[in-house]
T-cell receptor, first 109, second 114 residues
Framework: GEDVEQSLFLSVREGDSSVINCTYT??????LYWYKQEPGAGLQLLTY?????DMKQDQRLTVLLNKKDKHLSLRIADTQTGDSAIYFC?????????FGDGTTLTVKP | GAGVSQSPSNKVTEKGKDVELRCDPI?????LYWYRQSLGQGLEFLIY????????KSGLPSDRFSAERTGGSVSTLTIQRTQQEDSAVYLC????????????FGPGTRLTVL
């Protein structure tokens, strides 16, 4: 079945860039998503990319997609302490989404 | 406007009891999803309803789990004869149909089975 893999932890200093990586297996994925989950809060959609794109930029967020390698990354520029959260990568074809286990981003002042 | 709501927010039950978890999707959303998030884990897909189509139940972990969606709106996830490994946060999401449409998540129900 479909699988999505992410590294579990990332720690950066405030002001640095953060890069969170994700790999997936389902070649029929049409959309790939990044969600943010803050402690005690629900999932918030950050951004998504259609599978025929290779890059999408939205303010401090840049999503890169390498469809050949089934590799997705999320870059957060000028990372702030408020960016500390768990970031989930997800892929979706028709219907359900398959989520990774999440990357815990810790931003140190 | 109102988002996805779930009730109860917390449920503590004894092993072997049945529980029902409720999800009220955003009005007009045709798709409804249930996921489970165990401690420190990602989201595990459980079941997906889309309009009047037969639901995708491929994620239900056992026959103790079932879900209904009445009138194309409210959904109830039922877990029979709960086990300790059922302890998790159960998340509901809704969306308009189609993979491009954002899933809006509810706050979840935290289930603890003693």
């Amino acid at each position: 079945g479909e699988d999505v893999e992410q590294s579990l932890f990332l720690s950066v200093r405030e002001g640095d860039s953060s890069v969170i990586n994700c790999t997936y297996t389902d070649s029929s994925s049409t959309y790939l998503y990044w969600y943010k989950q803050e402690p005690g809060a629900g999932l918030q959609l950050l951004t998504y990319i259609f599978s025929n794109m290779d890059m999408k930029q939205d303010q401090r967020l840049t999503v890169l997609l390498n469809k050949k390698d089934k590799h997705l990354s999320l870059r957060i520029a000028d990372t702030q302490t408020g960016d500390s959260a768990i970031y989930f990568c997800a892929e979706r074809g028709a219907g359900k989404s398959t989520f990774g286990d999440g990357t815990t981003l810790t931003v140190k002042p | 406007g109102a988002g996805v709501s779930q009730s109860p927010s917390n449920k503590v039950t004894e092993k072997g009891k049945d529980v029902e978890l409720r999800c009220d999707p955003i009005s007009g959303h045709t798709a409804l999803y249930w996921y489970r998030q165990s401690l420190g884990q990602g989201l595990e897909f459980l079941i997906y309803f889309q309009g009047n189509s037969a639901p995708d139940k491929s994620g239900l972990p056992s026959d103790r789990f079932s879900a209904e969606r009445t009138g194309g709106s409210v959904s109830t996830l039922t877990i029979q004869r709960t086990q300790q490994e059922d302890s998790a946060v159960y998340l509901c999401a809704s969306s308009f149909g189609g993979a491009s449409n954002e899933q809006f998540f509810g706050p979840g129900t935290r289930l603890t089975v003693l």
